[in-house]
C-alpha cells in the first residue's frame, strides 16, 4: 500500500485514474507558495485535490523494440490526472508586488505516465521513441483538434532527472550519470479547443500560444519577464514521509514555489503543430535544487507530488495565470521505478 494525502490507495505501475471520487480531505493542507526575489509575497493556499481510484491503464506506446522492456515492480508509482487545481497562480503584478490567487483548472489532461532509464540521457522521445495518441473525438462533445490550431493537440514534459549529485559550484555535471527520465503525455482538454474555436481566448491560452510560437525556454529575465515556461511542484503529504527535521525549514519554503525553465529546457516541435515536446534537465539546475532532490529521493516513495506547468505572465492582460497541464505522482520510486529500454541514441 502506499500513502498518499493522509490515506491508503493502491500503488499500480502505470495507474491512470477514473472521474469516480472516492473521497475528500478531512482537513486543509496549507502550501508555502513563496516566490520572488527582494520582495517576497508570503502566500498560502490550500490543496482542492481529490482522491481518485487508481486502475491498471496505459496508453503510452513505444516504437519498435523498446514496448518489449522489462516491466516494472507494481508497487513502484502510480499516477492520477490533474484538475489544474490547487495551485497559487499570479492574480496580478502591481507597484513590485505579486498578487496570487488559487488555479481554476487546466488545458490538458494527462493521459499517459512513464518512467524510464537507457544507456544515456532519454530525451526528444515523441516520434523518435513514442507513438503519437490517435486523433479522436471527445466523448460527447464532437470536438477535434485541426490543423492551423494554434495549439497542438498533444504535449509531452520530460523530466530528467540525475543520480547523482554533480558540481557543487561549477564543472560538468558526471557524463556516465544518465539517471532517469519522467515523461508525461497530455491531450489538448474540448473545453479548450471550444474557446478556440469561438475566439474567447483566456489569458493562459493566449501566453500558451505565444510560447509555442516562439518554441524556446531560453528567454531572460527572471521574475519579470512574460513567457517564461515554469514548473511547479506541491508535495501533497510533507508532513507524512519523513522530512528529515533540519530540511524541513527548506522543503516547506520551496514546497509549491515556482521553478522558471530557461537553460534547463528544450522545446521540440511538429512543423504542422500537432505536438510539442519540453524536456526539463535537472542537472542544468542549481547545485542546491540537485543536492535537495538527491537527498529527498528515498522519500518520494512515500509521497503524492502535484506537478503542474504554466507560462508566467506579468502583464494585467496576460494575467491570471493558468494551468497549462499537471499531474499527481505517488510513490515514485526513481531507482527501481525506471524501466529500462534500449534507446538507439545510447549504442553510439
Known sequence: ??????????????ARTTRKKCDELEEPVWFD?????STHDHLFATTRHHIYQLQRTCTIKWIGSLGAAAPVPA??????AGDGLGFQVRKNCRNNRVLKEPSDGSLYECISVDI????????????RLVEMPPQAPYSGTGETWW????????????????FERGPALFGDHPANDHGC???????????????????????????????????????????????????IAVAGNVDAVGVPRVLMPTVRKFNGKPCLITQSGTVFRDASGEWLEVNVDIRRFCSLARNMLVSLRDLLPRASVHCGFTIQGCEDHELPEGIVADVWLHNVDLINGARYIDDPRGAI
Not at 498518499?4 to 500503488?11: A, K, L
Not at 507558495?33 to 526575489?37: N, S
Not at 524510464?116 to 516520434?127: D, F, I, P, T
Open 33 to 37: 507558495a513563496e516566490e520572488g526575489d
Open 147 to 162: 490543423p492551423g490550431c494554434p495549439l497542438p493537440r498533444v504535449l509531452c514534459i520530460v523530466g530528467q532527472i540525475p
Open 116 to 127: 524510464v532509464k537507457s544507456a544515456c540521457k532519454v530525451s526528444e522521445v515523441l516520434h
Open 1 to 14: 500500500m502506499g500513502h498518499g494525502m493522509g490515506r491508503c490507495f493502491p500503488c499500480v505501475t502505470l
Open 181 to 231: 527520465s519522467i515523461i508525461t503525455l497530455y491531450r489538448i482538454k474540448p473545453s479548450t479547443l471550444h474557446l478556440l474555436r469561438s475566439e474567447r481566448r483566456t489569458p493562459a491560452i493566449s501566453l500558451f500560444a505565444q510560447f509555442v510560437s516562439g518554441g524556446t525556454t531560453h528567454l531572460v529575465g527572471g521574475n519579470r519577464t512574460s513567457g517564461l515556461f515554469k514548473a
Open 75 to 80: 508497487d513502484c508509482y502510480s499516477w492520477t
